[in-house]
């Protein structure tokens, strides 16, 4: 593949090299029957190689004795729909675990051309997959409002808060127009990532091209498959990411978020939109704790548990928060 059809290729999230060699290892380790020295050995030359390695094996041994907790508590009785195959495999039950929270609220509607405008939102911890009346379609991420107007000639989205993937299906004659704040992007066939905060609007193109608009005062930006557009108030600037890069941008719609080297502090921020129990750091030293790995974005106790086992930190529930401290 060249390096033009990479950039125009839409990113899928693919596991990471560290998630698939630790559910290697966590499969050999509770299935073989023999463990001997010499596999500890290479699993702890493993493990020492890098942090990323050690997030990925404990997220993957928690996972797996999380599973046999569930296969221990099912009841012998079960919604029709519910009964799977015999035969499924340990892992099929693993994925099954893991996918769950990706789905979790994540609702197909098909919206018919109306006069007003829809306001469509999700909650913390919530996703929603709109399928506009066009064939285009949004997905909204966590705590996510927008405001979706179809009509005969135009197409127009405005993004109040949050963060939504944008799949459109171009149309001349109908321009497709989401507004942000005071920006707007327009389609000429395209998908990509918007992201509102309250200092800035960021602007992910995955596919296609798509117009930047600023205010009067900012010329107009086109941007191509790879382009990462960051525009506050005073200037926008442009930057680029590989497909592997957008990938990792776009993990929250399989329930996952992907941290290098992150502060512990930066990378709570990020998890606490996705609700449950808020995370928080007691001291600024511990704020300061570089973080790699895959997480899941809806388990705030799983994520303290593996700050816990990395870094040696105490995990106190403090009003419904978790606290961590050295």
């Known amino acids: 593949m060249s390096a033009a059809d990479e950039r125009n290729t839409a990113p899928e999230f693919i596991a990471t090299a560290e998630e698939g060699e630790a559910a290697e290892w966590v499969a050999a380790r509770r299935s073989e029957k023999d463990w001997t020295d010499e596999r500890q050995a290479e699993l702890d030359a493993w493990l020492t190689k890098s942090l990323a390695n050690r997030v990925a094996y404990v997220r993957m041994d928690a996972t797996w004795r999380r599973t046999d907790r569930l296969v221990a508590l099912r009841k012998p009785m079960r919604e029709p729909g519910a009964i799977q195959p015999p035969h499924q495999s340990r892992w099929l039950r693993i994925a099954g675990a893991l996918g769950f929270a990706a789905i979790i609220g994540v609702v197909a509607n098909t919206y018919l051309e109306r006069p007003r405008p829809q306001l469509i939102q999700t909650p913390k911890g919530g996703q929603e997959r709109l399928t506009l009346s066009d064939g285009s379609q949004i997905e909204l991420n966590t705590d996510t409002a927008v405001s979706v107007d179809m009509r005969e000639r135009s197409r127009a989205v405005e993004l109040l808060r949050g963060e939504a993937f944008f799949q459109i299906r171009h149309d001349a004659s109908r321009p497709f127009v989401v507004t942000a704040g005071t920006r707007r992007i327009v389609d000429v066939g395209t998908k990509f990532l918007v992201r509102l905060s309250p200092e800035s609007l960021n602007v992910a193109l995955v596919e296609g091209k798509a117009r930047l608009e600023g205010p009067n005062t900012q010329r107009a930006m086109l941007l191509s498959p790879g382009d990462v ?34 502060r512990l502090g930066d990378a709570i921020a990020e998890l606490n939109r996705y609700g449950g129990p808020q995370l928080v750091v007691a001291d600024a030293d511990t704020a300061k704790l570089a973080v790699n790995g895959t997480f899941l974005t809806n388990n705030a106790e799983e994520f303290a548990g593996i700050a816990h086992e990395l870094f040696g930190l105490r995990v106190e529930r403090r009003n419904g928060n978790l606290v961590l401290s050295r």
């Open 229 to 262: 557009a960051v525009a506050t108030a005073y200037a926008t600037k442009v930057t680029r990411k590989s497909s592997r890069e957008l990938s990792e941008t776009l993990a929250w719609q399989h329930g996952k978020i992907v941290f290098h080297n992150r």
